[in-house]
């Protein structure tokens, strides 16, 4: 079975500061990668979804990379802002035909 | 376009009783996916529906079941509610079965079993 996880659980740092958040998971046979957003009581807001065959993804200030082989993801974070605090999750798709979620990590960008 | 609503958003149930839950998917989409989301256990899957049949299924008792419509609309139903339950419900559509497409997420119901 697929294991997702996540380090570090919990991050705080100063707004302006660029930040990596890491995902790994233990059956490198995906199909992709997706990285969402949640905010506290709320749904999860798609960010960036990655493709097997991709090594990365971008959008605006986020960067999202990809190495399957050594079960790897890491989202990088640019010029992190207050409204960037969230918990953020990481969910593979692999060959049991379903999304497995990582635990998250709550991050908070102190003003 | 229209996001993935959920329906109702708060709940609160007794023990023993039955709730039925709703997600409309994002219009085109044919996949309903269900998670359970508790502070413990974090998110797991626990079905999905595609083009109204059950394409996988979580680990999760017979008490949760589901089911999907011609217009792709789908419930979810948990008989005999237990205090373990309580937990938020996220619906999630996709233009492909299996996790293939990107999902996009509901606001999720939030249900409270006392």
């Known amino acids: 079975k697929q294991e997702v996880t996540q380090i570090p659980a919990a991050l705080s740092v100063p707004e302006g500061e660029n930040l990596v958040l890491n995902c790994s998971f233990t059956?490198?046979?995906?199909?992709?990668l997706q990285w969402f957003r949640q905010d506290p009581g709320k749904g999860l807001t798609s960010l960036l979804l990655?493709?097997?065959?991709?090594r990365e993804q971008t959008s605006g200030r986020l960067n999202a990379s990809l190495d399957k082989s050594s079960g790897r993801s890491t989202l990088y974070i640019a010029a992190s802002q207050p409204g960037d605090s969230a918990t953020y999750l990481c969910?593979?798709?692999?060959?049991?035909?379903?999304?497995?979620f990582g635990t998250g990590t709550s991050l908070t960008v102190i003003p | 376009k229209a996001g993935v609503t959920q329906t109702p958003r708060y709940l609160i149930k007794t023990r023993g009783q039955q709730v039925t839950l709703s997600c409309s998917p994002i219009?085109?989409?044919?996949?309903v996916s269900w998670y359970q989301q508790t502070p413990g256990q974090g998110l797991q899957f626990l079905f999905e529906?595609?083009?109204?049949?059950?394409?996988n299924k979580g680990n999760f008792p017979g008490r949760f079941s589901g089911r999907q419509f011609s217009n792709s609309r789908s419930e979810m139903n948990v008989s005999t509610l237990e205090l373990g339950d309580s937990a938020l419900y996220l619906c999630?559509?996709?233009?492909?079965?299996?996790?293939?497409?990107?999902?996009?997420f509901g606001p999720g119901t939030r249900l409270t079993v006392t």
């Open positions: 999630a559509s996709s233009l492909l079965s299996g996790g293939m497409g990107e999902q996009y």
């Open positions: 059956d490198s046979a995906i199909y992709n």
């Open positions: 990655i493709q097997s065959s991709q």
């Open positions: 969910a593979v798709q692999g060959t049991g035909n379903q999304f497995y």
């Open positions: 219009s085109g989409h044919r996949s």
């Open positions: 529906y595609f083009s109204e049949t059950q394409r």
